[in-house]
């Protein structure tokens, strides 16, 4: 008899173990596929950081690019402020040329001699136009223009030495020579202001590009705010199956053996007293209370794992 009641309860004993396997085999899974999520929300977390260092290339290379196209505009300045004080040093030499118009004789000799300056000044500035084409492609067009105003220039004079006996007819040519100078500086002033607004232009999209890049950083920090909490919950909701799996296998484990082998001592044991038995049904029914106590006490816990959250996600 006590054989049989062994083997009973070694069976029941390998059902309760079976039981527990299975359940353990579950917690497993779901341990598994969690990681999984977590591991994926990992992969998203660090594209995100990836793109965030692409965007900050981005706005280097652009901000370089600001500081290239102002050295130009400053070069470009430099150079205008120098043709324009070389337009200013010509206007003084025929207002001293139109002063020495009396002297005819002298006039020839004088204009004689500023003829070999102007041509050796006119080859000096051919030779420093054509190293500045090299050097700034982009005022090609305005050398090209200049030089051929230098080359009538040339033309000019050398009419106005063959014709200084005509002093009313010189007077007209200086004339003439005084407006084309006045022409070339108005076209200059155009094009200043021309790469004036260029520029005005470059800065409002480089603005416009720097507000993009804060507007991608800002909804990237906030990604990456959202997947910490993601990764906070994970690890709250990791420990919570934790501890459910601890309280299922301590606290369920023993009001269970208990009703079990109390039911097991009436069914089997005919020689009991009322006494017996009701002493049996109330550990049983001690056993029932503590295992519904603990069902209450684990739906209250998953309710607030639930919660929390719930609240990650409002958040």
Same mark, same amino acid.
């Given at each position: 008899?006590?054989? #049989?009641?062994?083997?009973?309860?070694? =069976?029941?004993?390998?059902?309760?173990?079976?039981?527990?396997?299975?359940?353990?085999?579950? #917690?497993? @899974?779901?341990? %598994?596929?969690?990681?999984?999520?977590?591991?994926?929300?990992?992969?998203?977390?660090?594209?995100?950081?990836?793109?965030?260092?692409?965007?900050?290339?981005?706005?280097?290379?652009?901000?370089?690019?600001?500081?290239?196209?102002?050295?130009?505009? =400053?070069?470009?300045?430099?150079?205008?402020?120098?043709?324009?004080?070389?337009?200013?040093? #010509?206007?003084?030499?025929?207002?001293?040329?139109?002063?020495?118009?009396?002297?005819?004789?002298?006039?020839?000799?004088?204009?004689?001699?500023?003829?070999?300056?102007?041509?050796?000044?006119?080859?000096?500035?051919?030779?420093?136009?054509?190293?500045?084409?090299?050097?700034?492609?982009? @005022?090609?067009?305005?050398?090209?223009?200049?030089?051929?105003?230098?080359?009538?220039?040339?033309?000019?004079?050398?009419?106005?030495?063959?014709?200084?006996?005509?002093?009313?007819?010189?007077?007209?040519?200086?004339?003439?020579?005084?407006?084309?100078?006045?022409?070339?500086?108005?076209?200059?002033?155009?094009?200043?202001?021309?790469?004036? @607004?260029?520029?005005?232009? @470059?800065?409002?999209?480089?603005?416009?590009?720097?507000?993009?890049?804060?507007?991608?950083?800002?909804?990237?920090?906030?990604?990456?705010?959202?997947?910490?909490?993601?990764?906070?919950?994970?690890?709250?909701?990791?420990?919570?199956?934790?501890? %459910?799996?601890?309280?299922?296998?301590?606290?369920?484990?023993?009001?269970?053996?208990? =009703?079990?082998?109390?039911?097991?001592?009436?069914?089997?044991?005919?020689?009991?007293?009322?006494?017996? =038995?009701?002493?049996?049904?109330?550990?049983?029914?001690?056993?029932?209370?503590?295992?519904?106590?603990?069902?209450?006490?684990?739906?209250?816990?998953?309710?607030?794992? #639930?919660?929390?959250?719930?609240?990650?996600?409002?958040?």
């Amino acid at each position: 008899m006590n054989i #049989r009641i062994k083997k009973e309860e070694l =069976i029941i004993t390998n059902k309760e173990l079976v039981f527990q396997n299975q359940e353990k085999e579950k #917690r497993a @899974a779901e341990l %598994i596929i969690a990681n999984k999520e977590l591991a994926f929300q990992n992969q998203e977390k660090e594209k995100r950081a990836a793109e965030l260092i692409i965007a900050n290339k981005e706005l280097l290379f652009q901000n370089d690019e600001k500081e290239k196209r102002a050295a130009e505009l =400053i070069i470009a300045n430099t150079e205008l402020a120098f043709q324009n004080e070389e337009k200013e040093k #010509r206007a003084a030499e025929l207002n001293i040329a139109n002063r020495e118009l009396a002297f005819q004789n002298e006039e020839k000799e004088k204009r004689a001699a500023e003829l070999i300056i102007a041509n050796k000044e006119l080859a000096f500035q051919n030779d420093e136009k054509e190293k500045r084409a090299i050097e700034l492609i982009v @005022a090609n067009r305005e050398l090209a223009f200049q030089n051929l105003e230098k080359e009538e220039r040339a033309k000019e004079l050398d009419i106005a030495n063959k014709k200084l006996a005509f002093k009313n007819e010189e007077k007209r040519i200086q004339t003439a020579q005084l407006n084309i100078v006045n022409r070339e500086l108005a076209f200059q002033n155009q094009e200043k202001e021309k790469r004036a @607004a260029e520029l005005l232009m @470059a800065n409002r999209e480089l603005l416009f590009q720097n507000e993009e890049k804060e507007k991608r950083a800002a909804e990237l920090l906030k990604a990456n705010l959202e997947l910490k909490k993601a990764e906070e919950y994970q690890n709250e909701y990791i420990n919570g199956l934790e501890e %459910i799996m601890f309280m299922t296998s301590h606290k369920v484990r023993q009001p269970i053996a208990n =009703i079990l082998g109390l039911s097991y001592l009436i069914n089997n044991q005919f020689a009991n007293s009322k006494d017996e =038995i009701k002493e049996s049904l109330d550990y049983i029914k001690q056993s029932a209370l503590i295992l519904d106590k603990f069902t209450k006490e684990l739906t209250l816990f998953i309710f607030n794992l #639930r919660q929390k959250g719930k609240k990650n996600k409002c958040a």
